[in-house]
């Protein structure tokens, strides 16, 4: 039984250039979760999406940021136009129904030179 | 919204015993999880707390306090291998129902 799939786990963007993060939830969750861990700081909430609906963005910069998850194939965070300050941890989690326990994914570690 | 605090960092002996606490303050709670997260690594789920008491669970028990906003992570019997960032994420009612996240303690255990 698979576990929260994310890919690519590093990534190096230059500055102006988009990033594109991948998550595959759990068999049997359609609940994601993006969030955004900096050094030494806790996770930060971004985004909750399910299938085809993006539930809460509350977490996510308005600019720049948008993050889908389709029908078919894995939920994606977009960052456009990156700059240093976009460098982290971005994690995903997946959970069943609403308010159930998050797992993790591994975590893609961007930056951007 | 939640104000999560955590001390930054505990050190303790192999073999020993060590109590991580967290408190917080919410408007209406629903729930109080504990992750284990190493370096670089993806957080791992630990414990969920939703009533007052002790939760145990091999060597980790939780333990939840409502009325005092008070919880705490105790491991027992530390490992080298408990080295880690431990994460306590606390849930509001209402809303989407997603857990804050406090900064986390990272605990190195010693030989």
């Known amino acids: 039984n698979a576990g929260v799939m994310q890919n690519p786990r590093h990534l190096v963007r230059r500055r102006g250039q988009e990033a594109r993060l991948r998550c595959s939830p759990m068999?049997?969750?359609?609940?994601v979760y993006w969030y955004r861990q900096l050094p030494e700081e806790g996770l930060k909430f971004m985004v909750y999406?399910?299938?085809?609906?993006?539930?809460?963005e509350s977490g996510m910069p308005k600019e720049r940021f948008s993050a889908e998850f389709p029908k078919e194939g894995p939920s994606i965070l977009r960052i456009q136009q990156v700059v240093r300050g976009d460098s982290a941890a971005y994690f995903c989690?997946?959970?069943?129904?609403?308010?159930?326990?998050?797992?993790f994914g591994p975590g893609t570690r961007l930056l951007v030179l | 919204g939640q104000n999560i605090d955590q001390p930054t960092e505990m050190t303790a002996t192999e073999g020993a015993i060590v109590q991580i606490n967290c408190t917080y303050q919410?408007?209406?709670?629903?729930?109080l999880f504990w992750y284990q997260q190493h370096a670089g690594e993806a957080p791992t789920f630990l414990s969920y707390?939703?009533?007052?008491g002790l939760e145990e669970k091999g060597r980790f028990s939780s333990f939840l306090s409502r009325s005092k906003g008070y919880s705490y992570l105790l491991l027992k019997e530390l490992q080298m291998k408990d080295s880690a960032s431990y994460l306590c994420?606390?849930?509001?009612?209402?809303?989407?129902?997603?857990?804050?996240f406090g900064r986390g303690t990272s605990l190195i255990v010693h030989p």
């Open positions: 989690a997946s959970s069943p129904p609403v308010g159930e326990t998050q797992y």
């Open positions: 068999k049997g969750h359609s609940h």
């Open positions: 999406l399910q299938k085809e609906n993006i539930i809460d």
């Open positions: 919410t408007s209406g709670f629903n729930g």
């Open positions: 707390n939703v009533l007052d």
């Open positions: 994420a606390v849930r509001e009612r209402g809303g989407s129902y997603i857990p804050t």
